[in-house]
Antibody, heavy 121, light 106 residues
Framework: EVQLVESGGGLIQPGRSLRLSCAASGFTFDDFAMHWVRQAPGKGLEWVSAINYNSGSVDYADSVKGRFTISRDNAKNSLFLQMNSLRVDDTALYFC???????????????WGQGIPVTVS | SYELTQSPSVSVSPGQTASIACSGP??????ISWYQHRAGQSPVLLIYQRDKRPSGVPERFSGALSGNTATLTISGTQPLDDGDYYC?????????FGSGTRLTVL
């Protein structure tokens, strides 16, 4: 069974940094791309970032480019999101999601974690 | 920046067919995914690459593309289909979600 468990969220002041982690299990982690997606309170889904299976390609939403960094450790089946210079409008529930392809431009996010709240205030 | 447009809401009676549209510039050139997001749950991938269904997704969910409009069709709508539906497409260097459509099964 595929499981994705996010951690590292919480309440943080504007301008500070936070690192989210996502522990993956139940599938061959290094065969698939991974995503971070967020949902601000009362808003829709917003794609944040993606990384391909071997970290050779990463992309970011314009809203986080230059502030957030996605990375993965295939040896530890883990995905990360380093969030710097946090702003009030980064407040959201952050989801870790698995892609159904090695290249995140081709498919969709077929398994999602439960999400971890991040509050910037 | 690239935008995908969805109607804010759609209502349907149980057993009827619901159609949810998503439009955007050059959408006909892109791969499109559809997600269901029910309150308090994690999103679920319903369709990828315009019309492919992941394993485990019921056949009553289908995707199609005509010109620059993608459509998610739910046949034989059930009360548990109530929720928000989002289209998604890759544009240049980022993914974009549509604004979402709230499906109400009356």
């Amino acid at each position: 069974e595929v499981q994705l468990v996010e951690s590292g969220g919480g309440l943080i002041q504007p301008g500070r940094s936070l690192r989210l982690s996502c522990a993956a299990s139940g599938f061959t982690f290094d065969d698939f791309a991974m995503h971070w997606v967020r949902q601000a309170p009362g808003k829709g889904l917003e794609w944040v970032s993606a990384i391909n299976y071997n970290s050779g390609s990463v992309d970011y939403a314009d809203s986080v480019k230059g502030r957030f960094t996605i990375s993965r450790d295939n040896a530890k089946n883990s995905l990360f999101l380093q969030m710097n210079s946090l702003r009030v409008d980064d407040t959201a529930l952050y989801f870790c999601a698995k892609d159904n392809f090695a290249d995140y431009r081709l498919g969709g996010a077929d398994f999602w974690g439960q999400g971890i709240p991040v509050t910037v205030s | 920046s690239y935008e995908l447009t969805q109607s804010p809401s759609v209502s349907v009676s149980p057993g009827q067919t619901a159609s949810i549209a998503c439009s955007g510039p050059y959408l006909g050139d892109k791969y499109i995914s559809w997600y269901q997001h029910r309150a308090g749950q994690s999103p679920v991938l319903l369709i990828y690459q315009r019309d492919k269904r992941p394993s485990g997704v019921p056949e009553r969910f289908s995707g199609a593309l005509s010109g620059n409009t993608a459509t998610l069709t739910i046949s034989g709508t059930q009360p548990l289909d109530d929720g928000d539906y989002y289209c998604q497409a890759w544009d240049t260097n980022s993914y974009v979600f549509g604004s979402g459509t709230r499906l109400t099964v009356l």
